[in-house]
């Protein structure tokens, strides 16, 4: 009998460790595409090139390092104040803050605005 009690005990432990493990892993979960704006990554820089029929835009940033960046058609961008959806509207030369995250190797911007910085 007390064999029988200490391996009920022993399941029912597992039972709830594993439990807890399931509904600690469900809160950690990694942030969903259409919820990204907890976790982005910043890049500021000066907009060296924009490509709107592949939908990129290469940012030189301070350290002359050249990042490329997919911009989805959902991003949202911002010019003169104003969000704006043609990435015909950035003009490059301009200093620009990128919020991004890296996805299958790719930064994807999920927002473009600008800043006050020239191309020298």
């Not at 509207?89 to 991004?100: P, Q």
């Amino acid at each position: 009998m007390k064999r029988t009690s200490g391996l009920t005990t022993a399941v029912v432990g597992l039972i709830g460790i594993s439990l807890a493990l399931l509904a600690w892993g469900q809160q950690t979960a990694p942030p969903s595409p259409s919820e990204p704006e907890k976790n982005l990554l910043v890049y500021r820089g000066i907009l060296q090139a924009v490509d709107p029929v592949a939908r990129t835009v290469t940012v030189q940033g301070s350290s002359s390092i050249k990042r490329l960046f997919v911009v989805p058609a959902a991003a949202q961008i911002i010019v003169n104040a104003r969000p704006v959806s043609d990435l015909r509207d950035l003009t490059t030369g301009n200093g620009v803050l990128v919020r991004y995250l890296v996805q299958n190797g790719h930064n994807v911007a999920y927002e473009i605005s600008p800043l006050n910085l020239r191309n020298p």
